[in-house]
């Protein structure tokens, strides 16, 4: 199954795995993403064990790259108690439900250093909440060797962490256990925060100096509806956005990221504009 490569979809969870499991298959898709998070009610999904059954006989015949995408109620950074315990429990919930479905990633926002004191040195105050952030992940990884977080770069400005890729240099000297972090690359909000895309080998060797290319496991392939430099976070399909096919055709194709899976997150839209979107992209 699938000609497509590496190229996924993030996908929306309906009602159950059984209808995730089919869409993937309907769209040819060997490589997905999903958020836990059910689209109708706003609510974690719960699963049949019969449900449960049909995701990981799919996982065994067609479905070779998963990932989930962790809920945006998730604030890992939090400046606030009670929200960093609360997300420090949806987390261990999400990693808990990615385990029993066989999925090694979770793909995860670094948060923000919303709350925390501003220095002359640090004025975004992004020292505290990466050391917060740190405190999370190594609370969390203390006891997890089946999932490991990807940590996503972000788009917006200001106070918002690992928008500057510098951010996750800077992290990794507070982690405990950084060999179980990983590291997505999003080219929309790279591109909209300011990153130039092209030459790709400049942007690849900073990235290797930032997150590391042995750690990145992952490509968000999306374009973006917002300018360069924006730090405004609107995907767009790709080739039909600002970044455009020049700049993102050689996502693909890049020896040193050719292996890596490549997941699209498409606005929404029906199947079939999405398998056209599937079908030219591979062709590019
Ligand atoms: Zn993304």
């Not at 020292?127 to 609370?139: F, K, P, S, Y």
């Amino acid at each position: 199954m699938s000609s497509h490569n590496n190229l996924g979809l993030h996908l929306r969870l309906k009602d159950n795995l059984a209808s995730l499991v089919e869409e993937a298959q309907l769209l040819e898709l060997s490589c997905i993403q999903f958020f836990l998070v059910e689209q109708k009610n706003h609510q974690y999904i719960t699963f049949s064990p019969k449900d449960k059954q049909i995701f990981l006989s799919a996982r065994q015949s067609f479905l070779k790259d998963v990932f989930i995408h962790s809920s945006y109620w998730i604030n890992a950074a939090s400046s606030k108690k009670d929200v960093f315990n609360v997300s420090r429990a949806l987390l261990r919930r999400e990693i808990k439900t990615a385990k029993s479905l066989e999925i090694p990633y979770l793909v995860l926002h670094a948060g923000s250093s919303k709350g925390y004191t501003a220095t002359p040195e640090d004025p975004l105050g992004k020292t505290q909440g990466l050391q917060t952030l740190a405190r999370m992940l190594n609370a969390i990884l203390k006891k997890e060797s089946d999932v490991t977080i990807l940590l996503e770069n972000a788009a917006h400005g200001s106070k918002t962490l690992g928008n500057d890729l510098n951010d996750f240099l800077a992290l990794k000297g507070y982690l405990d256990f950084p060999e179980k972090i990983g590291f997505c690359l999003d080219t929309a909000h790279a591109y909209a925060y300011g990153y130039a895309l092209s030459p790709i080998d400049e942007l690849l060797a900073f990235v290797d100096k930032t997150m590391g290319l042995a750690s990145l496991k992952l490509i968000h392939f999306n374009d973006s509806e917002n300018l360069f430099g924006s730090m405004q976070d609107k995907h767009a399909f790709p080739g039909a956005g600002e970044i455009g096919q020049d700049m993102l055709a050689p996502f693909l194709h890049h020896p040193s990221i050719k292996g890596l899976p490549k997941i699209i997150e498409a606005p929404v839209s029906s199947r079939q504009k999405l398998l056209q979107i599937i079908e030219s992209v591979s062709s590019w």
